[in-house]
């Protein structure tokens, strides 16, 4: 089995983690069923809406810009990569709910995991796409460029990601929750902002110079 | 992982990676940097794509390679390069032959 394909099957699997939470929520919180079946049900119809866009488009976007995907395998294994992190991001404040409701753990425990390991497992994934950035900006090579400024812009971009998912993981484990979730927004936004602002100011032509 | 550190490990990939930092280059640009064989050349550029440290466009003859590293892979060549860090088992070479030669 291709590595591709256990991505893609892992993935799968772990989407079936907050089905099977939600579900066992229904049961235990019949009040919030709504709730539950919104968390059990978004991940798969995601799943589904960016499988059909990647394959009726196919391209994608960066920095504002229209960039063909070279290889629909690399498509593949980025849409798993992000669906692993999003059943995980979904999965783990059902599972404290329900072991809230369970009796397992303290509700104040449970309203902790449910913010900040949250937060912190979507801090991860910033730092993990921001390292991999460069290698998905590499099409960009082929525009009008100074080549040496865009790689230097691929790496940025990609270093910007990985310190704003850092300062992001590392502002919702130390900050109290009211001062994490303002500060924490705006340092993500921020990370998410920077490397499109960056990229457009190049594609003006506003920095470096043309090589041909 | 294991197979961006077998090709990070040899300076003549590193000298590539180095050179292609400057911005794409054709296989025939590349291989005049070097004093090794053409065929040798080939098997260093395959190992650096399997590794998928470049990118490989093909024109008519004309093999033409960019860097494509994540932000982990572009610190370990700065961190090898600094200290000139070498791994004793060799990387069995791939198969020669990719490499065409341009008109």
Redesign the interface.
Known sequence: MTPTRTLSRFALAMMALPVVLGALLCFVRPAAAWLWIFAMLILPASWLGIREAVKAVGKTTAGGMMIPVEDPVDARKAISFAMVFASLVIAIPLAARLADALGLIDPSLADAIATRWTNVVAGGYFVLR??????IL?PL?DLRC???TM?TLQ?GA??IF?LAGLAYAVLWLALPVRLAEPIGAAVIVAGILAPSALLRAYAKGRLGKP?H | MNKVFKALSDPTRRRVLQLLRQGPMTAGELAEEFAVAKSTMSAHFAALREADLIDARKAGATITYRLKMSVLEDALLGFTQAFGLEFKDSMPEPPVGDLQEET
Do not use: D, E, M
Request: net charge positive; aromatic share 6%; hydrophobic share 35%.
């Open positions: 921001g390292n991999r950035l460069p290698k590499t090579s100074a080549p040496a790689l790496r990609g270093w990985i090589s």
